[in-house]
């Protein structure tokens, strides 16, 4: 790597890399909450997590998670 190289990590498609990795996470997070709910939740704890509010945000972060790809394998 030369001293006044400008090279980033994993390319110019950084970006497009963590939005896949948050996406990504977003969809499996609140798909798994709805799938497996806390076996013994703590005080203060929800039985079950709101199927709504988790099916929204697993639906933006499997939005998120295909759009990255797509700009990855474009690129």
Known sequence: M????????LGQNLLAWLVLAFGGA???GNLLAIVRPPVNPQ???LQRP????SL?????G???????LASIIKA
Do not use: K, N, Q, Y
Request: charge should be negative; aromatic fraction near 6%; avoid cysteine.
């Open 2 to 9: 030369l001293v006044g190289d400008s090279s980033l990590l």
């Open 26 to 28: 977003l969809f499996a």
């Open 43 to 45: 005080s203060g704890d």
């Open 50 to 53: 709101p199927l709504s509010r």
């Open 56 to 60: 929204t945000m697993a639906g933006i």
């Open 62 to 68: 499997l939005v998120a998670a295909i759009w990255a």
